[in-house]
């Protein structure tokens, strides 16, 4: 309990105060926070490298945002979390702002009755929203204490919007500069970002050279017309990125005749991702995107035109929710 305190009281002085510690202490930081990259055990699913993190993964994450805030009671969501890291799904997505406002459900919160007794067995990821250091370092840390944990595996930067967005986080003394002190720090191993729709802004963060992963929605993959997927991918893997997809299964909202697992077997079947983030709010999900990897055979060339084709009309940006001015991912009104 002591070395936990500790810990939490450091992080605490590190974002209140800016605190520098010295060099052998870092290392020691960092090693007890990060231990082996590959001690996770996926039981048996598909595996692949995020990158230049090293780490071992499944190939699909738990999303952990508005689908799972639908769970109507905590110990349900519980229940389902325990259920898919017991099956091997140690990589779990959330975020700062993954809020059920109507029941007031918050997704951290509820991770971190598991997080705290299971902490070493989850590759555990947020995002920060706040664009003002201030207003970042208080997220960080309230983040941290909903978790119930002193650190984080990956921190992203949340929904990047545009470039005068990438501006700001890039600029000197801003939210970039502050993420990678986090990493430097040990509050957390890895830093990233993900975004919803704008391919330069994207392009631009992945340009810094100083980010770890990437989280983007699937509209970048409107069929063979569109060069998003040939600009940000290539980009990203030249730098050593791992790339994770989101918004893999939305289509089916809007179009008849495809099925989720279809869906998430297309989105693992593109050359370049290394794995897709799942929404889950059930056991029964989870054990659909359990067979979905257990069983999994990619889409030949063929399979993929003609599903691209089939999905080319859900990807037209005016389909499309989060690529509308004053979308906010994760809040449920």
């Not at 639908?70 to 969501?77: Q, R, S």
């Not at 918050?106 to 991770?111: A, P």
């Not at 409107?222 to 791992?242: H, N, T, V, W, Y």
């Not at 989105?267 to 290394?274: I, N, Q």
């Amino acid at each position: 309990m002591k070395k936990s305190y500790s810990r939490r009281k450091f992080i605490k002085q590190t974002i209140g105060a800016g605190v520098v510690i010295a060099g052998a202490d870092l290392a020691l930081l960092q090693t007890s926070c990060s231990g082996s990259r590959n001690k996770y055990d996926p039981k048996g699913l598909p595996t692949t490298v995020l990158g230049k993190t090293g780490v071992v993964i499944p190939r699909i994450a738990i999303g952990l945002g508005s689908r799972f805030l639908t769970i109507k009671t905590l110990d349900e969501a519980i229940a389902m979390c325990n259920y898919a890291l017991d099956n091997g799904l140690y990589y779990w997505d959330t975020a700062h702002t993954y809020v059920n406002n109507e029941s007031g459900a918050i997704s951290e919160e509820r991770l971190g009755h598991i997080v705290k007794d299971r902490r070493n067995e989850i590759f555990l990821s947020t995002k920060i929203a706040a664009r003002d250091t201030e207003g970042a370092k208080a997220q960080i840390e309230l983040s941290l204490k909903r978790l119930q944990t002193d650190h984080l595996d990956m921190m992203k930067i949340h929904s990047v919007a545009s470039p005068e967005d990438v501006n700001e986080i890039c600029k000197t003394g801003g939210i970039l500069d502050l993420f990678s002190k986090m990493k430097e720090e040990g509050v957390t191993r890895f830093i990233g970002f993900s975004g919803h729709g704008n391919a330069q802004a994207l392009k631009m963060m992945i340009d810094t050279g100083r980010f770890d992963s990437m989280l983007f929605a699937m509209n970048h993959y409107a069929g063979p017309s569109d060069s998003r997927q040939e600009l940000l991918i290539p980009a990203a893997k030249e730098k050593g990125m791992g790339v994770m997809l989101m918004k893999a299964v939305r289509p089916k909202e809007t179009i008849e005749g495809v099925s989720i697992p279809e869906l998430v077997r297309f989105a693992l079947s593109l050359e370049g991702p290394d794995g897709v983030a799942v929404g889950m709010d059930s056991k029964k999900v989870v054990d659909s995107n359990l067979d979905i990897l257990r069983n999994f055979s990619p889409m030949n060339a063929e399979e993929k035109i003609r599903y691209a084709s089939l999905l080319s009309p859900f990807f037209r940006h005016e389909n499309l929710p989060w690529m509308k001015a004053g979308y906010i991912d994760g809040y449920l009104a």
